[in-house]
């Protein structure tokens, strides 16, 4: 008799045979990029990208899927990935993900993720010591920096507002100060909040992209006789564009003296005070309000999986007020473990089984390991760069992230960014190298993310090399 399909779909033997099947082809493919075998992707543009897929679905004799897919999505774990901030994961968080995803725990309420949610409280609590935070500290994770940022924000707004914006709406003239070299994603917070374009304050930067603290001052007094309400200050621990920390320990004097909310946006870097060569980067950490990491950065974790800290943990309980009596009940005792009372998402990943399987795995000295090499990398490239004639860095590296640009002799500014545009391009196409471009102040810079643990001198070498040829 015909197997009925859902009998098929869900017959424990396809999955284990499949399963080989995936973790041989994983592993194999982790072997190979660790040798700096191939390249790191097989650029096409969208349409021709959507129709390939479009034909595979009609296909009925398609090359496997998984394969398929490695063929045409960039590779992270290549030493010659240096592109966005995304991590390589490491393959044990890889398994604990496929594990999460297996069990489908919502994790709105206790029942519904026992272990994950019992996990995800141990390892914000040792996120919590290590960024140190009291005891009173509590977080919790959640699906992106985005996300984080806007629930920091929002937190700042129930801690420091004068409005019940919660329960009776917005109608006020509430600010955020920001460095302009911040991420987007905290402009766009701030305009989903309705503080508008008004309510987002830029600060200026420094020479090395380090937000101006002189300028907190008077741009604080201007704002209040503008009728301004300004409720918090956001720290980049670092920016995106360059990789610049803030200083944090300024800020947060800046934030006591008046009374302010310290936000301090570390999605890309903030976990450096795991590593005792690059801590003093972060140092004020400890003062600030509320603190985002990302572990999908430079925590070794799959996407998408990001930790929001407060330093008063009753913070994190009070940023929203909602019942949903079928879900959560009173207690007397605090809450942590129904997470839906804390966080944006009523269905939440068991994203906790990485960090905690990592942590059983290898120990906190995983993190510290890669911290210190990646960054380590920055400072190499930027020692290269100097040794070569016509190239100019943009500033001096503090993390893994550096800009740069080969700046030719005699040539003019709009030409020289037209070059390294073409060069940008060109190295996309040929798939070789993965990096990317920025504009600081009008000036087009190639930039790096060294995130590959396998990326070792010899491929910045070949980087340089290879972008000296195209020019």
Same mark, same amino acid.
């Given at each position: 008799?015909?197997?009925?399909? !859902? ?9 284990? %045979? ?26 096409? /543009? ?18 496997? !899927? ?6 045409? +999505? ?71 920096? +985005?996300?984080?940022?806007? +629930? ?22 509430? @600010? ?25 304050? %830029? ?28 409720? @918090? ?18 800020? @947060? ?23 005792? %060569? ?21 925590? *070794? ?27 959560? +009940? ?10 839906? %009372? ?10 906790? /089984? ?6 059983? *795995? ?21 020692? /290269? ?20 640009? !080969? ?61 000296? @040829?195209?020019?």
């Amino acid at each position: 008799m015909e197997t009925p399909l !859902l009998e098929q779909a869900y017959n424990p033997e396809s999955f284990r %045979k499949l399963g080989h099947q995936l973790i041989d082809l994983l592993a194999d493919r982790l072997g190979s990029l660790k040798a700096g075998e191939g390249d790191v992707l097989h650029f096409r /543009l969208p349409e021709a990208e959507r129709a390939f897929w479009q034909q595979y679905l009609l296909d009925q004799e398609a090359p496997p !899927l998984a394969q398929t897919v490695l063929e045409h +999505t960039t590779q992270v774990h290549h030493p010659r990935y240096m592109g966005h901030q995304v991590a390589p994961p490491l393959p044990l968080a890889s398994l604990a993900a496929l594990l999460g995803a297996s069990l489908n725990n919502g994790m709105a309420v206790y029942e519904m993720g026992m272990a994950p949610s019992a996990m995800e409280r141990l390892v914000t609590d040792w996120l919590c010591r290590r960024a140190g935070y009291g005891s009173q500290a509590r977080g919790f994770l959640t699906s992106g920096g +985005t996300l984080a940022n806007l +629930t920091g924000l929002l937190a700042a707004r129930r801690a420091r507002g004068n409005s019940d914006i919660w329960n009776e709406g917005y109608s006020g003239k509430e @600010a955020i100060l920001v460095s302009e070299a911040a991420h987007y994603c905290v402009d766009r917070a701030a305009r989903i909040m309705g503080m508008g374009q008004a309510g987002v304050l %830029k600060v200026p930067v420094d020479s090395d992209f380090r937000m101006d603290t002189a300028q907190l001052g008077p741009i604080y007094d201007r704002a209040l006789a503008e009728g301004l309400e300004p409720l @918090a200050v956001v720290g980049s621990a670092p920016c995106t564009a360059t990789g610049s920390y803030d200083p944090l320990d300024r800020l @947060a004097d800046f934030c006591e003296a008046k009374n302010l909310w310290l936000h301090v946006d570390g999605a890309h870097g903030g976990a450096a005070f795991l590593s005792q %060569k690059y801590g003093s980067l972060v140092r004020g950490i400890e003062r600030a309000d509320s603190v985002v990491i990302d572990g999908h950065k430079m925590l *070794g974790m799959p996407v998408l999986s990001t930790a929001l800290l407060f330093r008063n943990g009753a913070d994190s309980y009070t940023t929203f007020s909602q019942e949903a009596e079928y879900l959560l +009940t009173e207690t007397e005792e605090e809450d942590w473990y129904n997470l839906a %009372k804390r966080t944006f998402e009523c269905t939440k990943l068991t994203s906790s /089984l990485t960090w905690f399987a990592v942590l059983k *795995g290898y120990g906190e000295a995983i993190f510290t390991e890669y911290i210190d090499r990646q960054y380590d990398q920055g400072r190499q490239l930027a020692e /290269l760069i100097r040794q070569r004639p016509g190239w100019e860095l943009a500033c001096e590296p503090q993390s893994n992230i550096l800009c740069f640009r !080969l700046h030719p002799k005699g040539i003019d500014p709009a030409s020289c960014n037209r070059l390294n545009r073409r060069i940008r391009q060109q190295l996309l196409e040929e798939g070789k190298f993965y990096i990317v471009q920025t504009k600081l102040n009008g000036t087009v810079y190639l930039r790096t993310s060294l995130m590959s643990p396998f990326t070792t001198r010899r491929h910045l070498v070949e980087l340089l090399d290879a972008v000296e @040829a195209m020019a």
